[in-house]
């Protein structure tokens, strides 16, 4: 089950991040300047972050999350190939808010029915899985898919072609995968108010944490490239030989550190692991070598781009009772979305501009960093190293 989630976000971010690799094919086709190709794709991440809290609340009322994951995965499909009727910027700008309506309810959904249909010791493993078949489609294998597609068929028919296979995705979540389970009626299970969640210390500063990881993840995506060859002057060979095993890194890390985390808990994880993204400024402005030293350093400081999936798909998800479980989880992803993939991600373009490439990668340490330190202040939720669950859901409330 884990897996087939992970091929479902895995299409979710196929198509998320097609404009980005169509852009050449898009931009020449439809007269875009770089800012309206900018603003075309990060609109997608603010509707992103307000569909999940909102879907999810709907799918806890009705505990029907796999039927509303059945008719995302429809509809994200159909405007995703919408994509290739664009006629301009206005037109394209309108395809890409509603498909970040339909995607941003998919992430609290799919990490729903798996948390709910995994054994506990397996939850982080199971996330791990799923992890790594996304990244394996959304970020390994769209980049070698769209552009061949496109330079033999064009952008536009590109779009029709890679729905098909979520469109598949959509009829096997339907036909084989189990619904989470539901809670037993009961008026201590009905879902919780908004304010209560906000009260829950792992909700609140997760979604402080979830945000500074999303940024690390953002602004490395954007400006690590630009600083390795416009900066320390590598060939474009050269850096895409540390990218690749930046995001080789990254695949191994979205496997391996969930699955930790069953054993070792959610916090000593986040704890360590985030604290490696500060190796990215040190060692890129500090290292005087070639291009393996900077792949080494980027081994090392891609494994806080694979946290995200902890804090976003996990921790919220076991700080909560059942019938609040997507809600949380939309939740934490629609303030990391709104502030780490838009808000911080913008102003450090702004602040790059006159401090120089360098600044950028500084701040994205300094993201990594503090969601390290935060981290010590979370609740551990893993259930080896639990509390017992009454005093837990105690616990879980800040005064």
Known sequence: ??????????????????????????????????????????????????????????????????????????????????????????????????????????????????????????????????????????????????????????????????????????????????????????????????????????????????????????ITSIFLPLYLVRVRHLTAVEMGLVMTVFGAASLTGGLVLPALSDWLGRKPVLVVFAALGIFLPLGCVTWEGGAMGFAAICAVAALPTTLPHLMIGIIPAESVGIRDRAAATGLVMGAAEMFGGFAIPSLTGLMANHAGLAAALILAGGCAMVASLLSLWLLETAPRLQLPRATVHVALETP
């Open 1 to 218: 089950m884990a897996g087939l989630m992970g091929l479902i976000f895995g299409a979710v971010m196929f198509d998320r991040r097609a404009i980005g690799f169509l852009a050449p094919f898009i931009t020449t086709d439809l007269h875009l300047s770089n800012a309206q190709l900018g603003v075309a794709a990060a609109s997608t991440s603010l509707t992103w972050a307000l569909a999940g809290f909102p879907v999810g609340r709907a799918a806890d009322r009705t505990g029907r999350h796999k039927s509303y994951l059945v008719a995302i995965i429809l509809g994200f499909s159909l405007i995703s190939a919408a994509s290739g009727l664009a006629a301009g910027f206005l037109s394209l700008l309108a395809i890409r808010l509603c498909l970040g309506l339909a995607e941003g309810a998919v992430p609290p959904l799919m990490n729903t029915l798996v948390m709910g249909n995994s054994a506990h010791h397996r939850r982080g493993l199971n996330i791990g899985i799923l992890t790594f078949f996304s990244e394996l489609v959304g970020a390994t294998l769209a980049p070698i898919l769209l552009v061949g597609l496109a330079s033999r068929f064009g952008w536009r028919m590109t779009f029709f072609l890679v729905c098909l296979p979520a469109l598949a995705l959509a009829l096997c979540v339907r036909r084989w995968l189990p619904d989470a389970p539901r809670a037993p009626t009961g008026v201590a299970d009905q879902p919780i108010a908004f304010r209560a969640l906000l009260r829950n210390r792992n909700i609140l500063l997760g979604a402080v944490i979830a945000a500074l990881l999303i940024a690390f993840l953002a």
